[in-house]
């Protein structure tokens, strides 16, 4: 997964460099585009798809109108906290920072002008993506020899001749002396093969949906302003 880094800086001479370092690091250049004099409607739209609330996309337009340049980087999650380092050495600004530097500024301080500097403090927005995977099931038809011992039964007629010498009687011979036929049967076994299929296992999908927390850790950056009494100077007026 990727995300999209973004900086804001007062030049485009600045954010080239930015761009260089970036490159230097690792990142691949195609990945990283420098958006300046553009109109604030253009900022506005590829902030928005570079995932940005439309507010958000909206106020670092409206920053840009009168200058500064800004840099969208894509870059893998693992790396997004490189990115952020890089371009924080080159001094990233926040819109209203941006406003402050390329605004309309008077030349001399006349009476009664105000300065003022602002306290500013990053928020980590942490939002999710979604990554889809899942179980597949494949089903396949393999063949292997069985072996089956199975016990078969023979039966066989054998002749066997005995020699006898015996007078017969004259009513035995008489039937004796017929055609006739003896027959005996004889049964041999062989196997036969049947296959019946068995349901063994059954293996099925579900689907099942739970929540976790996660912590997320990010560096923020926070700007304080401090009041500060300076030196008193007494200086001498000569009159002529």
């Known amino acids: 997964m990727t995300t999209s880094i973004i900086g804001l800086f007062e030049t485009r001479e600045i ?5 260089g370092a970036l490159t ?5 250049k195609e990945a990283i585009e420098i958006l300046n004099d553009v109109t604030s409607a253009k900022i506005s739209k590829r902030l928005v798809e570079a995932g940005y609330e439309k507010d958000k996309a909206d106020e670092y337009g409206a920053a840009m109108r009168d ?10 999650d693992d790396a997004a906290d490189d990115a952020l380092a890089t371009m924080r050495k080159f001094n990233a600004l926040s819109p209203d920072a941006l406003q402050e530097l390329v605004g309309d500024k008077p030349s001399d301080e006349a009476e009664g002008a105000t300065e003022s500097a602002q306290v500013i403090e990053e928020e ?17 038809v393999s063949e292997h020899e069985v072996q089956e011992t199975v016990i078969l039964h023979d039966e066989t007629v054998e002749v066997e001749r005995t020699p006898v010498d015996r007078v017969m009687k004259a009513s035995e011979a008489d039937k004796a ?20 299929a068995h349901v063994i296992e059954e293996v099925s999908l579900a689907k099942k949906s ?3 927390e996660v912590t997320v850790t ?15 100077q007494t200086k001498t007026v000569k009159k002529a």
């Open 24 to 28: 230097k690091s690792g990142f691949k």
């Open 67 to 76: 200058g500064g340049a800004l840099i969208v980087a894509e870059a893998a």
């Open 210 to 212: 739970k929540e976790r």
């Open 218 to 232: 990010g560096t923020v950056r926070h700007q304080d302003v401090t009041v500060e009494e300076m030196d008193r």
């Open 124 to 140: 980590l927005e942490v939002g999710t993506a979604k990554t889809v995977g899942g179980k597949r099931l494949a089903v396949s």
């Open 177 to 196: 002396f017929q055609d006739r036929s003896i027959e005996m049967v004889e049964i041999t076994e062989k196997p036969v093969v049947t296959k019946q």
């Open 15 to 19: 954010a080239t460099k930015v761009q």
